[in-house]
Structure formats: structure tokens, C-alpha cells
């Protein structure tokens, strides 16, 4: 069942994504693109899933716990750190650059075009060095002092 669930939470929200446009990326960099052809249909989106989310969180957390986990797994670290903002800032100038988040990217995927599979192919070199990267500094942290 929460294989299920995933599966239809998954197209709900892959179908909002072509329908409101967020896989084109065109349509994306248009809304960054405010001196020129600036669209405001992503702030509609986000401000729409905003709404969605926040009556959605407030729903969930009436109940004692998930029904497909024994606990809510919420986060707990509050403070702002490098990794978090260096992360947040390769994110946005990905997304800014490309036109496509990883949300509106795995729809287009499947449209036939090669640019999701490239953007695809960047986002995925970039997990990779970010775990060499933290594994590197793990190892470095356990290495004896010079």
C-alpha cells in the first residue's frame, strides 16, 4: 500500500507539472527573466502548492503518527550552515541556467527531448560529488592532525 500511495502521490503531482507548464523550461526561465518576457505563471504554481501544503501539513499532523511509518520523520536542525547555503546556491544557478528543478524535470524526462536528460545527467554528477566531497572531508576529519 505505501508503494501505491507513492505511486499516485507521484502522478498527481507529475500531471500538476505538465499541466501548469513547469516541465517546459522555457516557461521557467521566463519568470526569472523579469526586464524581458517575464511570466508569473511559476508564482501561481508555488504560491498554489504553498496553499496545498500548508492545509496538507496541518491535516497530517492532527494524527498520531504516519500511516505508513511508525513516527513523523521531521527535521530538526535549525541552523544555517556552508553546506546549506553552498548547496542552495548550486540548486538555484542549476535552475536558473537550465530552466528545469528536479520537480518539473522528471516529468519532461519523458517527453523526448535530450535537455531533461542532460540537466538529468548534471543533477546526478553533482550528488555524486557532493558525497565524494563529504567523504572526503569525513576521512580527513578522522586522519590524525599534522
Known sequence: MRFVSALVIGLVFGLGIML????NPAKVLNFFDIAGTWDPSLAFVMGGALVVTAIGYRLVFRSA??????????????????????????FGIGWGLSGF????LVPALGIGDSAPWIAFAAIVAGMIAA??????QARQKLAPGE
Open 101 to 104: 528543478c528536479p520537480g518539473g
Open 131 to 136: 558525497r565524494v566531497l563529504s567523504s572526503l
Open 20 to 23: 501548469s507548464g513547469m516541465a
Open 65 to 90: 503518527q504516519p500511516m505508513f511509518a511508525p513516527r513523523f520523520l521531521v527535521p530538526t536542525r535549525k541552523d544555517i550552515d556552508v553546506k546549506l547555503v553552498g548547496g542552495s546556491a548550486v
